[in-house]
């Protein structure tokens, strides 16, 4: 195939993931999805469920696991049709966990599989004991919501209504969750037509030998990035603050052997399986790792072939191949560790690449209650901090995690959905990792209950075991969640994870989160940059 033709059917084929995600940001109820963008959509497989193509505005690692949901489909309906549809949330067969909702359907061209399209969003609320389903005491998934296996929930264009009921009756938000659901159908029909339009135009053939000419560049590319890297044997390790039940800190530890135009990747001194919510499966840890290799090789299409030179040893049964009833739902935290110590690893095979660790959990916060007519109100959100200082620069300040391209939902949004009122939303003064590049500011939230009482919880990590700068580079300043209760400002036990925090009209909540770590010997850093910071606030 010709490049230009290529490029073209590149660019045309990413549109199509792009226009997905677009139609279900906008077409979602809940603001995780519309504003947040927490959600993706993709092109995979139709035999092996690996992804061709994904968008540019979904979350990276929900690209990852879809490859393992859509092999899961596809082992459980060889009968597939057209018009089918399959919904679940099994976070063991797709990742994640349980309240990212997948919607994964064939697409068929003259009577042939062609490829399968997958959506997934993070759906508001799915049972549970903790609204939002961010439990950090969990000991197994039942505590963490409704488990829904891959089931049909369209048949040839029909919907099954009996699915639709059974899903929706486990949400305390039904009405919510049925919008979400209607918007990931619309974002599957969406793809279907421009996949229809694309090979109307270009034929079947066409499209799927440029498929398979990315995939094998991305491979190609992959390999040829590794060549260029020094052969060796590398470790590194950091650590979870702990699993939520128990303040025993969690190990996540790497051993990197590169050889050649390969790269193992062994995870097997890592923590075993733990009885908090900080488990992740195999396919999540999987996903980790493509993540962080697409944020280190960023030249390289991002489909499967990325993983082609890439051999990932995992622990059977580990904290990083959790099987049920272990749960999951803290798995965000987890992963954020994963890219850690490969950043940090990575930092001594090529320093030119490295970069500080960023702050390293979503500070995921559910405030719960019932209004003076009595509806059930949820809200949920994530919160962003500093990224690492890296060899072109300081650190981003109050950016997202690496593992995603979701938007901070705006607080003029949050105030009009809850009964909430932002105190103050700044840039944490002196939270940056010291270096010759700094790490970016952490920021802090602090929000006051408007109703007259409700429940907060809390899941974070990086409390007790500050970001890690690279190359002599200083951490960033650690986790601080607070709260205010009877006796004034408390902190959780467990640094920042906690369970039913009674709020009473006008008591707040203050989220301080980390920094970004330094990059380099702060001694060399240019004092030009230092008095700039002190001028804009930056320093202490």
């Known amino acids: 195939m010709d490049t230009v033709t290529l490029a073209i059917l590149k660019g045309r084929l990413e549109q199509i993931a792009d226009e997905m995600d677009a139609t279900l940001f906008r077409a979602a109820f809940n603001p995780t999805i519309a504003e947040a963008h927490d959600a993706c959509h993709g092109l995979y497989d139709r035999a092996s469920g690996a992804t061709l193509v994904q968008g540019k505005s979904g ?12 092999k899961a489909v596809i082992d459980k309906f060889p009968d597939a049709a057209p018009g089918d549809v399959f919904i679940f949330n ?20 003259d009577g042939t599989l062609f490829c399968w399209l997958g959506s997934v969003g993070h759906w508001h609320d799915v049972g549970g004991p903790v609204p939002g389903n961010y439990n950090p005491a969990a000991t197994e998934y039942f505590q963490e919501g409704v488990l829904i296996p891959p089931v049909r929930l369209m048949r040839g264009g029909a919907v099954n209504q009996d699915i639709v009921d059974i899903v929706l009756a486990a949400s305390r938000l039904p009405d919510v969750a049925h919008g979400d659901m209607q918007a990931q159908l619309s974002a599957l029909e969406l793809g279907v037509s421009r996949l229809d339009a694309l090979l109307d135009e270009y034929g079947a053939a066409e499209v799927g030998a440029a498929l398979d000419a990315l995939r094998g560049r991305a491979a190609a590319q992959m390999r040829a990035a590794l060549a260029a890297l020094p052969d060796g044997r590398w470790s590194q390790e950091d650590w979870l603050d702990n699993d939520g039940r128990t303040d025993v800190p969690l190990r996540i530890a790497v051993d990197i052997t590169k050889q050649g135009e390969s790269l193992t990747l062994d995870f097997s001194r890592s923590a075993p399986a733990c009885a908090g919510p900080v488990n992740i499966s195999r396919a999540t840890s999987v996903a980790s790792v493509y993540v962080a290799l697409k944020h280190l090789f960023p030249e390289v299409p991002a489909n499967s072939g990325v993983m082609e030179p890439i051999t990932v040893i995992v622990p059977e049964g580990s904290l990083l191949d959790a099987r049920p009833p272990r749960p999951v739902g803290g798995y965000t935290e987890t992963i954020l560790r994963v890219i850690d110590v490969m950043f940090s690893a990575f930092a001594r095979i090529d320093p030119d690449a490295a970069c500080g660790n960023a702050y390293g959990t979503i500070n995921a916060l559910s405030i719960t209650g019932q209004r003076k007519n009595g509806a059930r109100w949820v809200m949920f959100s994530f919160f962003g901090g500093g990224h690492g200082g890296n060899p072109e620069g300081d650190g981003l300040s109050h950016g997202n995690p690496p593992i995603a391209t979701a938007i901070i939902p705006p607080v003029e949004v949050m105030e009009a959905a809850y009964p909430v009122l932002y105190r103050q939303w700044a840039l944490r003064t002196g939270s940056g990792g010291a270096g010759a590049h700094r790490g970016g500011m952490g920021a802090i939230y602090e929000i006051e209950l408007l109703e007259e009482q409700a429940e907060a919880f809390v899941f974070a990590e990086r409390a007790r075991f500050a970001p890690k ?8 300043a650690p986790n601080r969640v607070s709260y205010q209760g009877e006796d004034g400002w408390q ?11 009674a709020l009473r009209r006008g008591q707040r909540i203050r989220l301080e989160t980390p920094g970004g770590g330094g990059w380099g010997d702060p001694a060399a850093r240019d004092p030009a940059a230092s008095a700039r910071d002190a001028r804009l606030g930056y320093l202490s």
């Open 90 to 109: 099994d976070p063991y067969l797709g990742g994640t966990h349980l309240s990212d909702f997948r919607l994964i359907a064939p697409y068929f061209r």
């Open 59 to 70: 979350l990276p690692i929900f690209v990852g696991v879809m490859a393992f949901a859509t």
């Open 469 to 476: 700068g690279v190359l002599g580079g200083g951490e960033g």
């Open 491 to 501: 902190t959780p036990p467990l640094g920042s994870k906690v369970v039913g925090v």
